[in-house]
């Protein structure tokens, strides 16, 4: 049996998981290592990928900056939380707000610093990108459409660094990159849905507030729509191997999001329409090794 005082440490172990959502970075860490492996890299030694120093402190880094920035959102959005995530900011509350800016700046600290393992371009980048998660969660994210452009560029801008460091220009790249861009531009604007109560009582201008939730279902069909145009040009004009599985499924999943967005009114509609969306980019990122299924055999 725990102590009282273990189950205390234990429950604010827990609590700042949730803080920096632990499971999103696990996502985006196994996202970053298969894009190097099978896109970006595709034509290196397995080895020399997976055991690359550098790769390794562009993740590490990237994971401590991701970490960082869902902790100074917590801080900003502490009141909203109460509103829309009354059980999760609970035991988000678990942790004191000056616990968690003091684990901000030390995962700062520790991004920069493995950072500059590799460059000091890449110290610049994540110096950036710190200041520009920063800047969104105090002032942008209040704002309609500036809010859901800066959020979604933030979210794949991990996957950038990588790129930049592979300096990998294949035109497949880009067009896999346009389809997640639209994925979670959705998801941002299917979570403003969802939020709409905390935004409306503490201010926040974001698209459903401003202009309705009706405006915001059609730039959602809209931004469905033109998703078709990547998943066409993977599909047929992209050789990505057993991966055109995963993008008949989000074809499927994306006319199935239609069909119950236009019928959704509640907070409990919008969550589910929001988990639809995380599926479809959480599926992509393990469906990546289909695009090459015996990479392992032949790159060792």
Known sequence: MLSRKQKHILLKFFSMFSVVRGYNILVVVIAQYLTSIYILAHNKPLKEVVFDLNLLMIVLASAATIAGGYIINSFYDSEKDLINKP????????????????????????????????????????SVYIFCIWFYSHKLKKLPFIGNLTASILTIAPFFAIFMYYKNFETVIFVHAVFLF??????????????????????????????????????????????LVPTYLLLYTFEIGYMYLFFYLSLFMLFLFLILLWKSQTKTHYLILHNMLKFIIVVGVFSIVLINVDVVLNRI
């Not at 678990?94 to 030390?106: A, E, P, R, W």
């Open 87 to 126: 059980i999760k900011s609970r035991l988000d509350r678990l942790v004191s707000q000056n616990t968690k800016l003091s684990f901000y700046f030390v995962l700062n600290f520790i991004a920069a610093i493995m950072a500059s393992y590799v460059s000091f371009r890449a110290v610049v980048f994540f």
């Open 182 to 227: 639209l994925m979670i531009s959705m998801r941002e604007l299917t979570k403003d849905l969802e939020n709409i109560k905390g935004d409306l009582a503490l201010g926040y201008k974001t698209i459903p507030v401003v202009y309705g939730e009706k405006v915001s279902k059609l730039m959602l069909t809209i931004l469905s729509v033109l998703a």
